[in-house]
């Protein structure tokens, strides 16, 4: 696969709507939880599951829902659209996942991020050989960055449209930068493709 690439209108609007109502017009009525620094190992943070529209945050912070069969979606059509995502991002790249790693939602409300907190959130989810899948469920001011090896400079700047989804080899070092005008609201997934798999096994 490519480095990278980038593929707008990836869904159809009702779908597209649906995933808009329920992780953001409806985020009060969801068990998120809430992370005082999103880009830290997880295993090693302290999480708690809260409300967003009662917590005061802070830059960093952020509120993550970890997808999976057994989570209690009371939209039962939220696994299905999530799944047709990654279903229709493998058809587009002529791809094959695998195994899964992860699949979350990350809500950031608008903070402002200075540019030292950018370059302490320059990340790789994880060192196995991987790729990583960004679908951004509303259009805002924030982006993301991917960088070069040395986390340097910056290669790509990627726009937070709806319907977009950013597809790269999980191995780029990458920042998410929050908006400042609205809810920042992402599907972020990590995936194994086949020929990498089958060299893990």
């Not at 696994?79 to 229709?88: A, E, F, G, M, Q």
């Not at 996942?97 to 320059?122: A, C, D, G, H």
């Not at 400079?153 to 999980?170: A, M, S, T």
Request: charged residues 25%; contains cysteine.
């Amino acid at each position: 696969m490519e480095k990278y690439k980038i593929i707008d209108n990836l869904i159809d609007t009702t779908s597209l709507n649906i995933l808009q109502n329920y992780f953001i017009k409806e985020q009060d009525k969801l068990n998120w939880y809430y992370f005082e620094d999103v880009v830290k190992n997880e295993k090693k943070i302290t999480k708690k599951i809260a409300n967003p529209a009662y917590i005061n945050t802070k830059i960093g912070d952020g509120f993550v829902i970890s997808i999976t069969d057994e989570y209690d979606i009371i939209d039962k059509n939220i696994l299905s659209i999530i799944h047709t995502i990654k279903l229709n991002i493998q058809s587009i790249t002529n791809t094959k996942f695998s195994y899964e790693l992860r699949t979350k939602v990350n809500l950031n409300k608008p903070q402002i991020f200075l540019e030292e907190y950018i370059e302490k959130s320059i990340h790789t989810d994880t060192t196995v050989p991987h790729t990583s899948f960004i679908f951004y469920i509303n259009t805002n001011n924030g982006c993301t960055l991917l960088y070069d090896s040395n986390r340097k400079y910056v290669i790509k700047k990627i726009d937070c449209i709806e319907n977009r989804v950013l597809i790269f080899d999980g191995l780029i070092p990458h920042a998410g930068i929050p908006s400042t005008n609205n809810d920042k609201c992402v599907i972020n997934c990590n995936v194994i493709e086949k020929e990498h798999y089958n060299s893990l096994i």
